[in-house]
């Protein structure tokens, strides 16, 4: 910790003097820190302690970001700090080619999917408990953006981070014991493609597209390779405020020496657990946005199921439907969020895991604000 604030502390005294040296050759372009504090209110309706406590209110996140550019060359980063761990989203250099094409090389997103997220509340849609939705890997992209169309082409060597650790922003392969499972998964080699295009109207956009993903999926314990791939359509489309997004996709994790091939182990924000090994995902979200005197509204109902695809017959659906809102004045940014989960990872009693068996029969829900301060 002590070496991480040392180096935040010689990486802001160097931007000072690029931020300096901008100044004196009068260029346009510099870079720009900003950052986030949030905090967060849960209450579980599952939960016997939320109810005696009526729900918790804790620190949530707090985050530093370098963001802009020099000439042709810029960089981008965040790096968090929870409550108790601490992990870097994303963190790249890029090199504008031309006015068409871009090169990205670092922790950069993933291409996959919606562009952005596939989600409008603070709880994410159910491709990101599977590693679909804002995911960020180390590798190299270039991104081509013309007259309405887009492309993207990046190859990832692995995940940001190794497998065994769970305590990291994005859903990536998981190294280690779960349920009396051991699982010695890493991804590595991945490729992927994601075309789009953008059509404007009176009123409104629509960003149309298909994404393809595929990689290798390396055995820690007998060297040996398995193979995974994903692919998606999707549309993102608003009209006088209006927002739709839609979502289908199908993945498959073909681990090698698998003890179990109809789940697989991942990991996210300080924690582990298992999904289906194959499964279709599907996403359909409605928004409405409000422009108010002090700010804006955004109304939204987010929903997404899985159907494993795996031979094991008893594996169930998961659902998850996020009812909320979106209060944005100023620099502060609240999300009010109802959350149901039926056989859904973080959203249901007992069910730590994804279109695995179900315990129970029931849609659980629980209520969660996220208060966010930006600077």
Same mark, same amino acid.
């Given at each position: 910790?002590?070496?991480?604030?040392?180096?935040?502390?010689?990486?802001?005294?160097?931007?000072?003097?690029?931020?300096?040296?901008?100044?004196?050759?009068?260029?346009?372009?510099?870079?720009?820190?900003?950052?986030?504090?949030?905090?967060?209110?849960?209450?579980?309706?599952?939960?016997?302690?939320?109810?005696?406590?009526?729900?918790?209110?804790?620190?949530?996140?707090?985050?530093?970001?370098?963001?802009?550019?020099?000439?042709?060359?810029?960089?981008?980063?965040?790096?968090?700090?929870?409550?108790?761990?601490?992990?870097?989203?994303?963190?790249?250099?890029?090199?504008?080619?031309?006015?068409?094409?871009?090169?990205?090389?670092?922790?950069?997103?993933?291409?996959?999917?919606?562009?952005?997220?596939?989600?409008?509340?603070?709880?994410?849609?159910?491709?990101?408990?599977?590693?679909?939705?804002?995911?960020?890997?180390?590798?190299?992209?270039?991104?081509?953006?013309?007259?309405?169309?887009?492309?993207?082409?990046?190859?990832?060597?692995?995940?940001?981070?190794?497998?065994?650790?769970?305590?990291?922003?994005?859903? @990536?392969? &998981?190294?280690?014991?779960?349920?009396?499972?051991?699982? %010695? /998964?890493?991804?590595?080699? $991945? #490729?992927?493609?994601? !075309?789009?295009?953008?059509?404007?109207?009176?009123?409104?956009?629509?960003?149309?597209?298909?994404?393809?993903?595929?990689?290798?999926?390396?055995?820690?314990?007998?060297?040996?390779?398995? @193979?995974? &791939?994903?692919?998606?359509?999707?549309?993102?489309?608003? %009209? /006088?405020?209006?927002?739709? $997004? #839609?979502?289908?996709? !199908?993945?498959?994790?073909?681990?090698?020496?698998?003890?179990?091939?109809?789940?697989?182990?991942?990991?996210?924000?300080?924690?582990?657990?298992?999904?289906?090994?194959?499964?279709?995902?599907?996403?359909?979200?409605?928004?409405?946005?409000?422009?108010?005197?002090?700010?804006?509204?955004?109304?939204?109902?987010?929903?997404?199921?899985?159907?494993?695809?795996?031979?094991?017959?008893?594996?169930?659906?998961?659902?998850?439907?996020?009812?909320?809102?979106?209060?944005?004045?100023?620099?502060?940014?609240?999300?009010?969020?109802?959350?149901?989960?039926?056989?859904?990872?973080?959203?249901?009693?007992?069910?730590?895991?994804?279109?695995?068996?179900?315990?129970?029969?029931?849609?659980?829900?629980?209520?969660?604000?996220?208060?966010?301060?930006?600077?």
């Amino acid at each position: 910790m002590k070496l991480l604030k040392l180096t935040l502390l010689s990486s802001l005294i160097s931007l000072c003097f690029v931020s300096s040296y901008s100044s004196a050759q009068e260029v346009e372009d510099g870079i720009n820190v900003s950052g986030t504090l949030r905090a967060n209110y849960s209450y579980k309706e599952y939960s016997d302690s939320a109810k005696d406590k009526s729900g918790d209110l804790t620190f949530e996140m707090a985050s530093i970001k370098f963001n802009g550019k020099l000439d042709d060359w810029g960089l981008s980063s965040e790096y968090r700090f929870y409550d108790g761990w601490e992990a870097l989203r994303y963190g790249y250099v890029f090199y504008d080619y031309s006015s068409e094409w871009q090169i990205q090389f670092g922790i950069n997103q993933v291409p996959f999917g919606n562009p952005g997220f596939i989600s409008n509340s603070f709880w994410f849609g159910v491709p990101y408990y599977l590693g679909f939705e804002d995911d960020y890997d180390a590798g190299i992209k270039a991104v081509y953006s013309h007259n309405g169309w887009g492309t993207e082409f990046a190859f990832y060597k692995n995940a940001e981070y190794g497998a065994s650790r769970s305590d990291r922003y994005s859903t @990536d392969l &998981y190294s280690g014991e779960i349920s009396g499972t051991e699982y %010695y /998964n890493e991804e590595t080699n $991945q #490729l992927n493609l994601r !075309q789009t295009y953008a059509m404007e109207y009176q009123g409104g956009k629509a960003v149309m597209g298909a994404s393809v993903e595929v990689g290798q999926i390396y055995n820690s314990n007998t060297g040996n390779n398995g @193979d995974r &791939y994903a692919v998606a359509l999707h549309l993102d489309a608003s %009209y /006088n405020g209006w927002a739709l $997004q #839609l979502q289908a996709m !199908q993945y498959e994790y073909k681990a090698a020496d698998a003890l179990d091939e109809n789940k697989i182990a991942v990991a996210a924000y300080a924690w582990q657990y298992e999904i289906a090994s194959k499964a279709q995902a599907y996403s359909v979200n409605v928004a409405k946005t409000i422009t108010t005197s002090w700010g804006s509204v955004k109304m939204y109902n987010d929903f997404g199921v899985v159907t494993p695809d795996v031979d094991n017959e008893t594996y169930d659906n998961s659902y998850q439907n996020v009812t909320g809102v979106a209060l944005s004045s100023g620099p502060t940014y609240t999300m009010i969020d109802f959350i149901m989960g039926k056989n859904m990872y973080a959203s249901t009693l007992d069910n730590g895991h994804v279109g695995l068996p179900e315990i129970g029969d029931s849609w659980d829900h629980r209520i969660n604000i996220n208060f966010g301060y930006y600077f």
